[in-house]
């Protein structure tokens, strides 16, 4: 068969639109209504699960709630959407985020335009037609111009290989698939695997319920409270009139938080006055003591170690052992901060409880799986439910998935096998007219999602915009200014304290994975003019190929 008979067959039957958006989360949502209802195009949008809500559909494990207040973590561009909508608390919990989202796709009827239940499991960029083909799981295709990969960062599930997994008899359970019914573990015995982020949320609540609960711990984390609440009617009140305030604030911040400003130097103050800041950042919850305390934390290990001392300490004043506070404090030598700062709430108390063990698996790794429960190096546990809260194959895990053919057959897995390469983390060279929303080398998850997202689609839109008011082909990523922008990733990174540390961020949770930086860290401000710059000198990293060029090329074929 010749490529061009081949490309017919393969794109016979396809449904033929002009963009394919996958994933229905905040990004894929927002990018769909841009490019139908602004662009006027014809789009398609295809999600694995059977709803809305991206990593708020599968994350819906015991306390999942996102860390970020509910007034920031929510999108801004419509005045309409964000004075009708009520939040119930501080920070959004699981249940609120998606019927905030219902509500946004409800709103804007975006349901209609996607197609639920649909697993992409092959997208290959066609350099005659200058077209995408995409393959769900179903076996239906589409062939699209724009093909827009919206399926997150923390979206592709890790869960570690151990010997005999398949053996346990009672319930698995993942945090990143947790039932839509909930789990009843009143009564139960449970173990958990991981403390993370979301194992720091769903413990306390396990924890009340469980007739006990095993912790099994590798590395303790540097819990910081989050101080939620309750939003009272005056508080929502306050906010909705303060909307153009916080979302300004947020974006010239460099993480894309309303938060209190960080001090420029942790040494520069005196022991008291040190201790006095960080106290009041403890106090004011969330992100405060990270991105709002001390800005030297980030690059200087000795300010590094005051916030690390400062946080061993509120967890040695919280845990009534003095054995488990050791072990639940994170080591001596290691950073604050350089891994994602997970907030919680009561999560060090539930360790004073009779019906929690915290289990050193650092010290006595897991050995096997049983029927029963596992077995460390040194004892056996039993329990009735395993949950892993393993963590994620953060920023590539998602794509990889998708089996991504660029030009001359390259496959993504394998132009990324030594970390992801891309011009500003939007667009990678020799995958045209494909474009990431937050992916890898964009300041991903060193940004506040929705307003990273908002600039995101709305640049893409702008982008596309232009090409089809410029009767434009093919966008193609420049491949010395990718190998530019990799090198400032680098750069900035190694600036820091934060490659050191052992981290998802830089692919160490995931064996085999390549140990490289993934994301942007000059902050939320820089990126946007620097991005903002690129579309207003017409895109002068990217190249082109007009739509008659393309067709005169294609004739020839
Ligand atoms: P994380 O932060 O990656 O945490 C995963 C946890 O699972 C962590 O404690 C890991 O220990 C542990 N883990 C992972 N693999 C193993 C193996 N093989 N053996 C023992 N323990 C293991 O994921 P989360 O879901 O908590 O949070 C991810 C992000 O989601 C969060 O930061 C938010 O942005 C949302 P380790 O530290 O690797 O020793």
Not at 201 to 215: D, G, S
Not at 261 to 286: C, F, M, T, V
């Amino acid at each position: 068969m010749t490529n061009t008979s081949m490309n017919e067959a393969s794109s016979a039957g396809a449904k033929h639109v002009d963009a394919v958006v996958v994933g229905a989360g905040f990004a894929g949502l927002y990018m769909l209504l841009l490019l139908r209802d602004r662009l006027g195009l014809d789009v398609v949008g295809l999600e694995a699960a059977d709803g809305i809500g991206g990593v708020w559909y599968w994350n819906r494990y015991p306390g999942a709630r996102c860390d970020i207040a509910s007034c920031d973590y929510s999108y801004s561009f419509s005045e309409e959407l964000q004075q009708e909508w009520t939040w119930p608390e501080k920070y959004p919990a699981q249940p609120d985020i998606l019927a905030y989202l219902e509500h946004v796709a409800e709103r804007f009827d975006l349901k209609r335009s996607f197609q639920f239940d649909t697993r992409v499991i092959r997208a290959d960029f066609d350099e005659r037609s200058n077209r995408w083909r995409i393959e769900t799981a179903h076996g239906t295709r589409f062939v699209a111009k724009y093909f827009i990969p919206a399926t997150g960062v923390l979206s592709e599930g890790n869960v570690p290989e151990f010997k005999g997994r398949e053996n346990f008899a009672g319930r698995n359970c993942f945090t990143g698939r947790w039932p839509k019914g909930g789990v009843d573990f009143s009564g139960k015995r449970v173990g958990i695997i991981g403390t993370g982020a979301t194992a720091m949320q769903a413990i306390p609540i396990i924890a009340e319920q469980a007739a006990h609960l095993y912790v099994f711990q590798r590395t303790p984390s540097f819990g910081v409270p989050l101080q939620n609440e309750p939003m009272s009617a005056e508080e929502d009140r306050r906010i909705k009139a303060a909307y153009p305030r916080i979302r300004r604030a947020a974006r010239e911040s460099f993480g894309g938080l309303s938060l209190l400003e960080a001090r420029p130097s942790a040494l520069a103050d005196s022991p008291a006055e040190r201790r006095a800041h960080y106290e009041s950042r403890y106090q004011a919850g969330g992100f405060s003591v990270w991105f709002g305390s001390y800005s030297d934390i980030f690059f200087d290990a000795t300010a590094n170690e005051t916030a690390a001392e400062f946080v061993r300490q509120k967890i040695r004043e919280r845990v009534k052992d003095p054995a488990v506070a050791a072990l639940l404090c994170p080591r001596p030598g290691v950073t604050y901060g350089t891994k994602r700062q997970p907030c919680e709430s009561g999560y060090f108390e539930a360790f004073n409880r009779d019906n929690v063990t915290l289990v050193d698996i650092h010290r006595a790794p897991i050995e096997e799986i049983t029927p029963q429960g596992l077995r460390t190096a040194d004892a056996s546990y039993e329990f009735d439910y395993l949950i892993y809260a393993t963590g994620f194959d953060a920023f590539t895990g998602a794509l990889f998935r998708m089996n991504i053919t660029g030009c001359q057959g390259l496959s993504l897995n394998k132009y990324w096998s030594a970390g992801p390469r891309s011009y500003l983390g939007i667009a990678t060279s020799g995958f045209p007219n494909m474009f990431n929303i937050t992916g890898p080398q964009s300041p991903s998850v060193f940004y506040n999602f929705p307003p990273g997202i908002e600039m995101h689609c709305e640049w893409i839109a702008d982008c596309i915009r232009f090409m089809e008011a410029h009767g434009l082909a093919r966008i193609d990523a420049d491949a010395e200014h990718e190998e530019a922008w990799l090198r400032h990733i680098v750069e900035l990174a190694d600036a820091t304290l934060m490659p050191k540390a052992s981290s998802w961020y830089m692919g160490d949770n995931i064996p085999g994975k390549p140990r490289v930086f993934m994301f942007y860290l000059g902050g939320g401000q820089k990126y946007r003019a620097l991005i903002d710059q690129e579309a207003a000198n017409r895109y002068p990293g990217f190249n082109f190929v007009a739509e008659d060029t393309a067709q005169a090329d294609a004739s020839k074929g």
